[in-house]
């Protein structure tokens, strides 16, 4: 059971460029959500999604694209990088009983 | 913003218990309690949650007092391993609100 799954784990981009960071998941959960966590720092809210086709904003969507075109999967587009972007990004599932489940983590430098 | 306050640290040593307290003064009836921890970089964990009776699993027990305004997560017996950043997080269970992460515990065990 792959659980929630991301990819890449490590990636350096340059200030401008853009990237998409992917998530998904083999549970069949409707709710989805990404985090940001800098250093030292708790978990963000950047955006979620509570099914197919719905996407909203959470604590900082600025800079950060979402689309959810399938249960299974929910990808984070940055258009134009910035070294503030420079954190750990998490994507979760949310379980029958609302309990989340996390992805290892993707580890983004932005020179 | 988040809807719970925790300490910001606590110590314990290894093979007592370790209470962490929690506030949820502004809880709804129909919001359940969650607790997850986050080992070092790594994704966070679900442990536990409940509604307004007492659970227990084999990570760990949760307290809710009568009135729901406040929780308690107990691991009975803490060993190295459970050095932690500890969240405690109100939510409806059914996926359809955003979930907001606040600072969390941070559990030292000590020999």
């Known amino acids: ?111 | 913003d988040a809807k719970t306050t925790q300490p910001t640290s606590m110590d314990c040593a290894e093979g007592r218990a370790a209470n962490l307290p929690c506030n949820h003064s502004t809880i709804s009836g129909n919001e359940y309690v969650y607790w997850y921890r986050q080992i070092h970089s790594q994704g966070p964990q679900y442990i536990i949650h409940g509604l307004k009776n007492n659970e227990t699993n084999e990570m760990a027990s949760l307290i809710i007092t009568e009135d729901r305004k406040s929780s308690t997560l107990i691991l009975p017996h803490a060993t190295l391993r459970d050095t932690a950043v500890y969240y405690c997080i109100v939510r409806v269970a059914y996926n359809t609100d955003k979930l907001i992460f606040g600072t969390g515990t941070r559990l030292q065990v000590f020999p």
């Open chain 1, 1 to 111: 059971n792959a659980g929630v799954t991301q990819t890449p784990k490590f990636q350096v981009l340059k200030t401008g460029q853009s990237m998409t960071l992917q998530c998904a998941q083999d549970m069949n959960h409707e709710y989805m959500s990404w985090y940001r966590q800098d250093p030292g720092m708790g978990l963000r809210l950047i955006h979620y999604s509570v099914g197919a086709g719905i996407t909203d904003q959470g604590e900082v969507p600025n800079g950060y694209n979402v689309s959810r075109s399938t249960t299974e999967d929910f990808p984070l587009r940055l258009e134009l990088a910035a070294p503030s972007q420079t954190s750990v990004y998490f994507c979760a599932s949310s379980g029958s009983y609302g309990e989340l489940f996390f992805g290892e983590g993707s580890r983004l430098t932005v020179l």
